[in-house]
């Protein structure tokens, strides 16, 4: 009766993780050239914090309505981090 042959497992286990690091390497890869802005989740964009996101500066009782300023009345304002295109490429 003949001995089982052994299967080539080291090549097995070479191959794959060659396989695994491109895979891994071309992640890294991606990610790094389009990362999310961490300040505004990849919106471009955060509520704006002079009008809490309700787009007017209105002082209670007044009769004229006051558009805010710093969002123009649009309620969020353009992320400085990622000027506005939700996406971080300055880190690295
Ligand atoms: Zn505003
Ligand atoms: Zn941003």
New binding site residues.
């Given amino acids: 009766m003949p001995l089982p042959v052994a299967p080539p497992v080291q090549e097995v286990l070479v191959y794959g993780t060659a396989l695994v690091s491109a895979g891994v390497a071309l992640a890294l890869g991606l990610r790094g050239e389009q990362r999310q802005c961490p300040t505004c989740a990849g919106l471009g964009g955060i509520r704006?914090?002079?009008?809490?996101?309700?787009?007017?500066?209105t002082p209670q009782g007044a009769l004229t309505k006051e558009v805010?300023?710093?969002?123009?009345?649009?309620?969020i304002?353009k992320c400085r981090t990622c000027k506005g295109s939700g996406f971080d490429r300055g880190l690295r």
């Fill in positions: 704006c914090i002079v009008c809490s996101g309700r787009g007017d500066t805010c300023r710093a969002c123009k009345g649009a309620t304002i």
